[in-house]
């Protein structure tokens, strides 16, 4: 039987847990228990033989020396949950999940790596987040699980909701932009206009004059915003599956 990974997107899980919860003396303690469930779950439900929690690192990375305004108009951690992330990340520990705490990348991109190399092993991976960025990655044995309405994220599912293929994402995000990360795709360009420019192959003379001049100012932006919307899969680890094993 081929192990399966289940990887935790950790801020995705802990930001909406914590947006919920009533913010007493003990929150973080509340939260701890309230997280530590939802990941129990998953992970009795899945049968993991290995898991992980990703975290985003510190320090800007790649996408902010790329695009300086990247997710600059995102709010910053509450300072309660800023300040109780150590405790958590023990607490997690505890119970068999270790943490991974990267200096520069991203979560994402970190998933996206560890996703990539344990499938190639045979590995079955399952990431637990909301984010509709991990589409991109599903495959035979990758799944995305939504831990908050208990519902995979399949390929069908995306396809019905955006009309376009997963492997299409970056390129869409890149035309209709991506208001949470401070991407503003083209002047004009809905999802309508992006889906049939995407199935034109970008065939300029299909679009309407004034979306023909929004193009023709911003196109150079269009390789840019599809690089930020695309998960780098070549990032740094620094650890083994083998590190991974749950339970401990």
Known sequence: MAPNLVIF???????????????????????QQQSWHKMAQCLDAYQASHAVAVFDGEQPGWRHQLWPAYKAGRKPLPAELAQGLDSIQQYWWQQGVDSVLPSHDEADDVIATLTVKAAEHGVNVIIISTDQGFCQLLGP????????????????????????????WPQYKALTGESSSDIPGISGFGPATARAFIEQNYDVSTLPPA?????????????IFQQLMTLNTERELGFKLSDLRYPK
């Open 141 to 168: 044995s990758i799944q995305q699980y939504d831990c908050f309405t208990r519902q995979p994220l399949t390929i069908a599912h995306y396809q019905q909701k955006f009309s376009i293929s997963p492997q299409q």
């Open 211 to 223: 979306k023909q001049q929004s193009w023709q100012q911003e196109h150079e932006l269009v390789a």
């Open 9 to 31: 997107d950790a801020m995705n899980v802990l930001r909406r847990i914590y947006a919920a919860i009533e913010h007493t003396h003990d929150s973080i303690e509340r939260l």
